[in-house]
């Protein structure tokens, strides 16, 4: 409440929306080791209690940076596995270069089967 009475809601909200989006990114992390996935977890319970904790306070001096280490800190976890557009993308491209191997194949069948009749 401060923050948005300090520095206007446009700060509060732009706050609120990073925080949001990074808990939205960690959440959709796929394909991490167990290590990794445990300190994913550990992390976003962290920083869920830790904005419902200061939801109605003021954090001052050591506590307000600890607050932004954090947040700063978790960002490392996004560059961790794939996000599920990543493999929904990769998976897609799988599919494409299926179907390219597969019209390939059928027009070589076709290209076979025209020269055995032909001659």
């Given at each position: 409440m401060v923050l948005a009475v300090g520095y206007g809601i446009p700060?509060?909200?732009?706050?609120?929306?990073?925080?949001?989006?990074?808990?939205?990114?960690?959440?959709?992390?796929?394909?991490l080791d167990q290590k990794t996935s445990n300190l994913r977890m550990g992390?976003?319970?962290?920083?869920i209690g830790l904005f419902t904790a200061i939801a109605s306070v003021h954090l001052w001096n050591s506590t307000y940076c600890w607050m932004r280490f954090l947040i700063g800190s978790s960002v490392w976890m996004l560059e961790q596995g794939r996000g599920k557009k990543e493999i929904m993308a990769e998976i897609q491209a799988k599919k494409l270069e299926?179907?390219?191997i597969d019209r390939e194949?059928?027009?070589?069948?076709?290209?076979?089967?025209?020269?055995a009749s032909g001659v």
């Open positions: 700060s509060f909200l732009f706050l609120a929306a990073g925080l949001v989006w990074l808990l939205v990114k960690l959440g959709d992390r796929r394909e992390m976003v319970i962290s920083l299926q179907q390219r194949n059928a027009r070589k069948q076709r290209l076979a089967a025209k020269g």
